[in-house]
């Protein structure tokens, strides 16, 4: 199960309640994951990777808006982390998901929660 921890909470309300939600994405892609009922999982994927962009992208955009708001020093090297998060995600090889959904998805999800767990902890704790 995947799910949200206290221990990632970094202080503010709004960048917290922004983690949550892609920890709550991220655990919609392990149920698809596990569900064994539904045999072709190309459209569900293509569906929750993109809402991952989408609100990683938002996520990021007000994350950064934040940073400069306080002028936080180290906001560019927040930026370029960022970005390459999404360059990650934008080379998703949509041909890759259907020859092998579940590993494909799994190796997705170990990357997202990953970066994810390590930013937060590493990176964004020190925002607060």
Do not use: C, P
Not at 6 to 14: F, M, N, P, R
């Amino acid at each position: 199960m995947i799910e949200w921890k206290d221990e990632y909470a970094i202080g503010i309300k709004e960048i917290d309640e922004q983690h949550e939600k892609l920890f709550e994405i991220a655990g919609r892609m392990f149920a698809l994951l596990r569900n064994d009922l539904l045999m072709d999982k190309y459209d569900s994927i293509i569906e929750i990777i993109d809402e991952l962009k989408d609100y990683t992208r938002y996520h990021f955009e007000a994350e950064e808006a934040y940073m400069e708001k306080i002028g936080y020093r180290k906001f560019l090297s927040q930026k370029v982390t960022h970005k390459d998060f999404l360059d990650k995600m934008d080379e998703i090889d949509l041909q890759r998901i259907d020859n092998g959904q579940n590993q494909y998805l799994m190796d997705i999800l170990n990357f997202v929660l990953d970066w994810l767990v390590e930013h937060i902890l590493k990176e964004d704790k020190l925002i607060a």
